[in-house]
């Protein structure tokens, strides 16, 4: 028997909206990212806030020992070309002082076992190159493949 404290996964909850901005802003900072906290912050909250509003929109938090170490955004995608829908996690981040713990792999078991039960044909993610998670092969090791025959586009729609 593991003495390992337990990975509690469930729904994010309003009075969750103050320790998942918290940890996104933490990851974010890491990787030099944050300018004007206070604006930052704000915009993480109302960005949080509007996937607890809008339908196909679910985030998902990890907890152990009663904090929060993870999280993960699933969003169900209508896809015709598919005939079916796709589920898109944005963003699967794990605390660094609590990555290789089974954090990552518990968010995304379920967030396979809702986009099933949705009906969504596949999930489909995005991960930096440069990432440690990538470089570790983590998501081969839990199950996806990489398309190299794809090119991840975006445009910036900022002033």
């Known amino acids: 028997m593991s003495d390992a404290p ?3 996964v469930r729904d994010v909850r309003s009075s ?14 890491e990787r030099g990212e944050i300018g004007d906290t206070a604006v930052e912050t704000e915009s993480v909250r109302q960005a949080i806030s509007r996937c607890q509003e809008l339908p196909g929109h679910e985030l998902i ?40 713990a089974g954090i990552g792999t518990a968010l ?10 949705s009906g ?3 999930l489909m993610l995005n991960n930096r190159l440069a990432s440690e998670s990538y470089a570790r092969g983590f998501f081969g090791a839990v199950g996806f493949r990489e398309r190299r025959s794809f090119a991840n586009f975006i445009k910036p729609l900022e002033d």
């Open 6 to 8: 337990e990975i509690v």
């Open 16 to 29: 969750d909206l103050t320790a998942l901005a918290d940890l996104i802003l933490a990851f974010r900072s």
């Open 61 to 100: 938090v990890a907890e152990r020992s009663g904090e929060m170490v993870g999280y993960v955004a699933l969003h169900l995608i209508p896809f015709p070309m598919l005939a079916a829908s796709e589920a898109y996690l944005s963003d699967l981040l794990v605390r660094s002082s609590s990555r290789g």
């Open 108 to 117: 995304l078991a379920e967030a396979e076992r809702r986009a099933r039960r």
């Open 120 to 122: 969504c044909v596949r």
